[in-house]
Every structure is written in C-alpha cells, then in structure tokens.
C-alpha cells in the first residue's frame, strides 16, 4: 500500500485533472477520466473484475465497521431485488454524539481552502474508480439494475457526476480573490488604505438523503459538492440501498483521516427497519444543507419544513416525448424501445408520455396512423427483449413491490398495446422481471387524464392521441408546469413544430432532446456536458450540476485590516 499522501501531495497529484474538469464545464465537450469497459480495471492499483467481486462477497454477512463515534447499535436487512441477503449491518448512530463530533473538523476543514479540498475529494472519488467493479456489485444488489449499467451508471456516471460538482465547487469558491490591497485616493489627504481577506466559509452539516433505484449517481453530486465547500457530511441511504454508499463513506472517512483531516467529516447514518430518521435529520439545527432524491410529496415536506437548510430536491415529473413525423423511422423506433426498456423504466428521466396525433405522422416510410405507430413500437420492444438473456441485461429487476403493483395496474387503465410479460433469470431465479407495457389513452377523454398527468414510475408508458401538433405542445407545456418534467423528447421534420416544442421548453424550464435516432437516448445525461434537470419546474428545484448547484453551500466572510 502506498503512503498517506498530505493535502500539498494531493494538490499536486490532482490538479491536472481538476484543471481538465473546469475545462470540460467551460466548453461542455466530452469528457471522462474514468473508463466505462470493465476490462480497462486491473492496472494501477484498480481491481479487475474478478478481484472486485470477491471484495463484494467478503463484505456480505459482515459488519461494516466504520469507527465513528455515536455508535449505540448495528443495523442491516438489505436484501437484493435479485433476491439474495446482504446480511452486512451498519452503525446506528446517537446523533447528539456524532453531529457535535462532525461539527468538530470543520474549522480546520474550512482553513484548507478550496484547492486542497478539491484535491482530497478528487482522491477520494479515484479511490472509489480504483474499486468500481465492487461498487458495480454493490449498486447491482441494491438497486436492482443489471450488472453492466450498474456497473457504468453507478461507476464512472457517478465518478463524473460526483468530479463534475468538485469542479463547480472550485470555480464559485475561487471567484473571489482570497485576498486584496484596497486604496481609496482622498485628494491632497493621504489614501484609505485596508487590507481585505475573503473566506469561504461553510454553512454547516450536509445531509444527503439517498435513493433506492441509483445510490451513487444521484448521492455523489450533493455529497461533494458539501465536501468540497467546506461542510460536513451525514449521508443517510435509502434503506434497501445502504452499501454503495457506506462504503462511499468508508473511503471518504480513510482519505480524510490519510490527509489530516477529520474523518468525522463524513459519517453515516444508517437507520433501524421502520426508524424513518429523514425527517428528524432534516430538521435538526445542526443541518444546513439537505440533498433529497425521491418522491415528490417528501421532496415537498423538505422543502416546507426543514427551514433552516438550504435543500436541494430531485423529486417526480411525468416526462413526455411529442412524436410528430421523422425522417428515420425505424431509428426512433429503436432508439425509443430502448428508452422505455432501459432498466424496466425506473429512472427518473424514462419517458412515460407519448404524443402521438390521432390523424398519424409523416415518415420516410410513408404516413403512419396512430395505432400503426403504437403497434410498431411495441414490436420494436418485443424485438429488442425478446431474447431473455438480452432482456435481463437491459432491464435488470424490479426494485420494489410498489413499482410491480403499478405496473400491473397500468394494463387496467386503457386499451394495451404492448403487454407486461414475466422474464426468468437463471442465474437469480427469485429476481422479479418484467417487461414494459404500452397503454393507449385520449387526450380527449377527460377519464384518461388522470392517469397520463400522473407520475407511474416503473416500465409504464402511454400511447396518448392527440388532436394535432398545437394541442400537443399545449398539453405538453401544461405538464411540465402543473407536474415537472426531468427530460422532454420531441420527434418532428417541420421547423416550426421544432421551435414551437422549443419554446415551450424553454418558458417551463424542461431539458429537450430533439430527433434522438441513434446511440444517444433521452434517458440519458453526460457529466460536464448535459444538465440533468433545470430546477426550473416542479420536477426538480436544482440542477445537477451547476453553480447555482454549490454556490450556496458556502458563504464568503470578510476581514478588514488597516493597511
């Protein structure tokens, strides 16, 4: 093992890579340190993808001792949607210990200043890429998704995500000079002279408040943005989602303490079976920041109650695509399949709203009608799931019993132009998967409404006619604003529909993708190039990521001195 690097070490070790992340914010060109093939590991210091699913299997059964102070018992009963037990137990923590014992190191935390925090957690983030095929497992058994997206996603996406918010950190932490020689001229009278020192300095606690379905992609991003700014860092996780995250603070809490600094920085927060312990963390005074992924009612609550934080909340949209004509038709076919196969819908950015015109589109293959285009979709879904083996690696497992009944529901709600069907794993033969459906519904019937304007997360879509392309941008606009919307996807050859889509996107706030025909799909988003969410709409109040993302962790203190 090599030796403990200082923060001046560190510093040194880092920089070209934190100087290659402001770069990539600034030009929004592609960009990635961290390679996506799990056959690039096994060099330097990494594990291979043998070496890191054996880390995996020892950390089972065992108790994950993090040695942080508060602890007044040992929590666990994770158990994988492919439906083996973890059976790892976490520390429970006293609060009225830990929280006063994070507050403790934050003083020197916050004289590093932003060059050497930047570079601790650029340590901490390539510790944690050294151990991706671990990580890979260990999102895979949480979260339900298929090892290779696991493995990606809840890898190098979540390494980008986490450098991406390390990145803004430093540049709204360094627009201000740290110090400054100020003279004012008084005429025939000698000059006010002062010396002027600025600080950043941190609000306080951050807590992090996990989710189920991508631990490490959506916790990275408020996590080091904390960090980095200078605060503390209690991460709670979903409780079906623990492990990826504390072995997340598990790394953290060692390049901490290898720096010398704190390692009580960064703590977990585990919780018993049934405890429910977000509200409680949420609104403690000691808490100033809160980073919330999840539902939309207690992305609310948040966002009402835990008043003396600052909160940053990634909760529920329904997210449309507008399929008004195209140039490429079995492309977006294709391209949309896979959007809504994509591990059995459950992302946040899954497109649940088709628009498709009553009337039909114009293609490159001729007029299409509405049902035409539905029937044709669900065999580009049959099509692209039905070999198992590749249905399993594209949609992995149901999460939860909740996304299973919504699904199954959803076949009762209209007309089903593509059916659920069940999926067997071999090697997991309790994983429950499932195909998505494809439900057709009016935008004319007022009984259909309730359901296309209501978030039914999970591999549900629905089809819903349109009277032409006007209304369509109408009920579009309508959504985003009256129930948010993550991603908006839009499939037009005519300029002025475009720009009509456009605009609306623009006056409510939505991301759009326009004409996605190839490798690229809405469901997707790049760190240092594309912003997931806008803040703007009801779906999301940040964006991951942007300065206003981590601008607000810190604030800069002043200090005046007579020259």
Avoid at 54 to 81: H, K, Y
Avoid at 88 to 114: C, E, F, I, N, S
Avoid at 331 to 349: D, E, I, K, P, V
Avoid at 554 to 560: A, K, L, N
Wanted: net charge negative; with cysteine; charged share 20%.
């Amino acid at each position: 093992m090599a030796a403990p690097l200082t923060a001046h070490e560190l510093i040194a070790k880092h920089r070209p890579t934190l100087d290659q992340a402001l770069e990539a914010i600034r030009t929004r060109a592609y960009w990635s340190p961290h390679p996506e093939h799990p056959k690039a590991y096994g060099e330097h210091g990494s594990l291979d993808a043998a070496a890191g699913k054996a880390a995996f299997d020892a950390v089972l059964g065992t108790r994950l001792d993090l040695d942080q102070p508060g602890t007044d018992d040992w929590v666990g009963g994770e158990i994988s949607p492919y439906g083996i037990e973890l059976g790892v137990t976490y520390p429970h923590a006293d609060l009225d210990v830990l929280l006063p014992a994070m507050k403790a190191g934050q003083a020197a935390w916050r004289d590093a200043g932003p060059e050497a925090r930047a570079a601790v957690c650029l340590e901490i983030v390539q510790r944690i890429s050294d151990r991706t095929h671990e990580f890979a497992h260990a999102v895979m058994h949480t979260s339900g998704q298929a090892f290779m997206m696991a493995f990606q996603a809840g890898g190098p996406h979540a390494q980008d995500r986490g450098l991406e918010a390390v990145a803004y950190a430093y540049t709204e932490q360094t627009r201000t000079p740290e110090a400054a020689e100020w003279s004012k001229p008084q005429g025939k009278r000698d000059p006010l002279n002062l010396t002027k020192t600025f600080t950043a300095v941190p609000r306080g606690i951050g807590l992090v408040i996990g989710c189920n379905t991508f631990p490490t992609w959506n916790g990275y991003p408020g996590l080091f943005a904390s960090l980095a700014t200078g605060n503390a860092v209690l991460v709670k996780p979903h409780p079906r989602a623990v492990l990826p995250l504390a072995l997340t603070v598990q790394v953290a809490r060692e390049v901490l303490a290898e720096a010398g600094f704190d390692p009580n920085l960064v703590a977990l927060a585990a919780e018993r079976p049934g405890e429910g312990i977000a509200k409680t963390l949420a609104t403690r005074p000691e808490i100033r920041i809160v980073d919330y992924t999840g539902s939309t009612a207690f992305g609310d609550w948040l966002e009402t109650n835990a008043r003396q934080a600052q909160v940053y909340t990634e909760k529920a949209g329904v997210n449309t695509v507008f399929v008004e004509s195209t140039d490429d038709y079995q492309g977006m076919l294709a391209n949309l399949a896979f959007s809504l196969s994509l591990y059995s819908g459950q992302m946040c950015t899954t497109p649940q709203n088709l628009l498709i015109p009553r009337e039909g589109i114009g293609t490159d293959q001729g007029h299409k009608s509405y049902d035409e285009v539905t029937a044709d979709l669900a065999r580009a879904v049959d099509g692209l799931l039905g070999d198992d083996a590749r249905a399993n690696a594209l949609l992995g497992a149901i999460v939860n019993p909740d996304v299973k009944a919504r699904l199954e529901a959803a076949a009762g709600l209209g007309e089903v132009a593509l059916a659920s069907r069940e999926i067997a794993n071999p090697e997991f033969p309790d994983a429950v998967v499932r195909t998505p459906v494809i439900v057709k519904l009016d935008a004319a019937k007022p009984d259909d409404e309730a359901a296309y304007t209501s978030e039914c997360f999970g591999p549900v879509s629905f089809a819903v006619a349109v009277d032409s392309a006007a209304d369509a941008v109408e009920l579009l606009r309508r959504t985003i604003r009256e129930h948010g919307a993550m991603t908006v996807g839009a499939y037009t050859t005519d300029p002025e529909v475009a720009r009509a889509i456009e605009e609306a996107c623009l006056e409510e706030a939505a991301q759009l993708s326009l004409n996605l025909t190839g490798g690229v799909y809405v469901n997707q988003t790049a760190a240092f190039s594309d912003f997931h969410g806008s803040g703007g709409n009801p779906a999301a109040n940040a964006a991951l990521t942007d300065g206003a993302y981590v601008a607000n962790r810190f604030r800069v203190v002043e200090v005046r001195r007579q020259a």
